[in-house]
Nanobody, 124 residues
Framework: QVQLVESGGGLVQSGGSLRLSCTAS????????MTWFRQVPGKEREFAAA?????????YYVDSVKGRFTISRDNAKNTVYLQMNSLQPEDTAVYYC????????????????WGQGTQVTVSS
């Protein structure tokens, strides 16, 4: 059973940066597709960024974060990161880390393991 724990959320001003971390236990992150989703109240959970399983580790980003967010993986620490730069108020959401033992999918219902979420708030 994989357990995921997110950290790194907080309050930041528009234009600022945050780095989210997702540390896994009970499984090796390199053998899972690791994806960051985000959700605001009243809306569906939205895919933000993902890193595919395996050695090639293709990265995927939703259009709205391309060029601002970077997903990376540290196998030694069994941790996935989301570096978020040039944050905007519309990035405000609860960010969730999720894992699945299959190639990338942007559909949240296809993920087997989830963290508890971390709040990111961007003030204007």
């Amino acid at each position: 059973q994989v357990q995921l724990v997110e950290s790194g959320g907080g309050l930041v001003q528009s234009g600022g940066s945050l780095r989210l971390s997702c540390t896994a236990s009970g499984g090796t992150v390199s053998t899972y597709t690791m994806t960051w989703f985000r959700q605001v109240p009243g809306k569906e959970r939205e895919f933000a960024a993902a890193i595919n399983w395996g050695a090639i580790s293709t990265r995927y980003y939703v259009d709205s974060v391309k060029g601002r967010f970077t997903i990376s993986r540290d196998n030694a620490k069994n941790t996935v990161y989301l570096q978020m730069n040039s944050l905007q108020p519309e990035d405000t959401a609860v960010y969730y880390c999720a894992a699945r033992r299959a190639p990338f999918s942007p559909t949240s219902a296809t993920y087997d393991y989830w963290g508890q979420g971390t709040q990111v708030t961007v003030s204007s």
